[in-house]
């Protein structure tokens, strides 16, 4: 029965908090726990990740790579832990402009990656994205994107098209704490929990955007929190915890494969180098720095693990030797490598040719 327009609106009820109706929320995931060849492998694509950045360094210094850089030395754990997890041509990711790292764990060549560093025509982007604008569609890899935020609703995007191919594929969407306050990222998870899309949203929090620490930017500093007010649950990991990492993602697929929709992931990482090679990351302390190389290192970590698994240190020696002789010729390949033709610059500009 309608009510009558002279009737006065019923208050408000008021809650708290701790008054929000009851919520389904996935468990708390456990610690991976991997056989010695799972950690062997894990070790291996962190190691990869990090020599293939120090090098990458390197030749941005001899000006061999040009415009932005943005290395992941530090953070290798999250993106060997979570994209370990997924299956590969099913499963979608896509992330920021600190992207080598990811394309690396998707098991992607890196020489291929290198060549695009370096503007080569060889490179997987033809030579024309360069360190921010990496791309595969064969790996279901869509970038690489150098605008703050704007991968997490491309992400939700690819979610959508997952559930209405019914495909059963997920998308991996990383950003960091910095892109965590952009509206964009708002929107998406109100549209992600409306549709229950299938899309694991990944906040890779270490902890200095592009140079202001979390305690001074965001009101929130606990990012996992960011989605419950789109009932959307969250978890923060140690990112720094290849295994943690790699729990975590067991779980959150639990939950998205289930129907269950979107879910938050916060990663407390951590990286050593500045946000990108031209930031000398002068705030925070040399000390800060050390302390996290020394106590939290991701590849330290995982070598002590296969220490405890009986993995002798000549081996840990030889799987280093390989992993420089792969990068190196990464290196080469790429400076060996001519630039793209003039022509390609015409090319991939529209899908179809007028």
């Known amino acids: 029965m309608a009510r009558p327009a002279t009737a006065k609106p019923e208050p408000a009820a008021t809650h708290t908090s701790n008054q929000l109706p009851n919520r389904e929320r996935p468990g708390e995931p456990t610690r991976f726990e991997p056989t010695k060849e799972q950690l062997l492998e894990f070790y291996r694509q962190m190691l990869l990740i990090r020599r293939f950045e120090e090098k990458a360094g390197q030749l941005y210094g001899l000006g061999l790579i040009g415009g932005f850089c943005h290395l992941y030395i530090g953070q290798e754990a999250v993106a060997v832990g979570l994209q370990s997890a997924l299956e590969p041509g099913k499963d979608s990711v896509i992330t920021g402009y600190r992207d080598h790292g990811h394309m690396l764990a998707y098991g992607i060549d890196p020489k291929v990656i290198m060549a695009e560093l370096t503007g080569r025509g060889a490179g997987i982007s033809k030579g024309k994205g360069g360190s921010m604008h990496m791309f595969s569609v064969e790996h279901k890899f869509y970038g690489g994107h150098g605008i703050v935020g704007a991968q997490v609703s491309l992400g939700t995007g690819l979610a959508f098209g997952h559930k209405y191919n019914e495909d059963g594929g997920v998308c991996l969407a990383y950003f960091g704490d910095g892109a965590a306050n952009q509206g964009q990222v708002y929107e998406s998870f109100n549209m992600a929990k409306l549709w229950d899309l299938p899309i694991i949203f990944v906040i890779e929090n270490n902890q200095y955007a592009m140079g202001t620490s979390t305690a001074r930017s965001a009101s929130e500093d606990q990012f996992y929190l960011r989605g419950e007010s789109f009932r959307i649950p969250g978890i923060q990991v140690d990112g720094m915890d290849v295994l943690a990492v790699r729990g975590a993602a067991e779980r959150a697929l ?84 001519p630039e793209p033709d003039e022509k390609e610059l015409w090319t991939d500009v529209l899908v179809e040719t007028y």
Request: aromatic residues 8%.
């Open 254 to 337: 639990e939950w998205v494969r289930g129907g269950k929709g979107p879910i938050v992931l916060e990663f407390k990482t951590y990286r050593y180098r500045g946000h990108s090679m031209s930031d000398p990351a002068k705030y925070r302390s040399r000390d800060e720095v050390q302390q996290m190389r020394d106590t939290a290192d991701p590849i330290e970590r995982a070598k002590k693990e296969l220490e405890g698994m009986g993995v002798g240190e000549d081996a840990l020696k030889d799987l280093e030797k390989q992993i420089r002789a792969i990068v190196a010729e990464s290196a080469d390949f790429a400076e060996q490598s």
